[in-house]
């Protein structure tokens, strides 16, 4: 069993930014994903960025795209989001997850382990 540990939430004002960090001690595969996520109050969750260990590749949603940075510390296991320019729409509980994946990653696929959320509040 793998356990995310996240960090970095908080408030900031509109057009500020935040940096979220997801920890994954233990976890062992060469190739996967890192996968960022949030869920407003009353919403579905929504996938946000991810990040594919093999080669560097990386997803966004259109709604971050151009705003947010997703990256990844391989040697520390360590995934981060960079979230500039924030919007009132951005306010919600974000939360990392991990999957292994010779392939690449979606923001749709399968995620088999999850952090434990963290806040994000935009005003």
């Known amino acids: 069993h793998v356990q995310l540990v996240e960090s970095g939430g908080g408030s900031a004002q509109t057009g500020g930014s935040l940096r979220l960090s997801c920890e994954a001690p233990?976890?062992?595969?060469?190739?996967?994903?890192m996968g960022w996520f949030r869920q407003a109050p009353g919403k579905e969750r929504e996938g946000v960025a991810a990040f594919w260990t093999g080669a560097g590749y990386t997803y966004y949603a259109d709604s971050v795209k151009g705003r947010f940075t997703v990256s990844q510390d391989n040697a520390k296991n360590t995934s981060f989001l960079q979230m500039d320019n924030l919007k009132l729409e951005d306010t919600a509980m974000y939360y990392c997850?991990?999957?292994?994946?010779?392939?690449?990653?979606?923001?749709?696929?399968?995620?088999?382990?999850w952090g434990q959320g963290t806040q994000v509040t935009v005003s």
């Open positions: 233990g976890y062992t595969y060469d190739t996967y994903c």
């Open positions: 997850a991990a999957t292994y994946s010779a392939y690449g990653c979606s923001l749709y696929m399968t995620y088999t382990y």
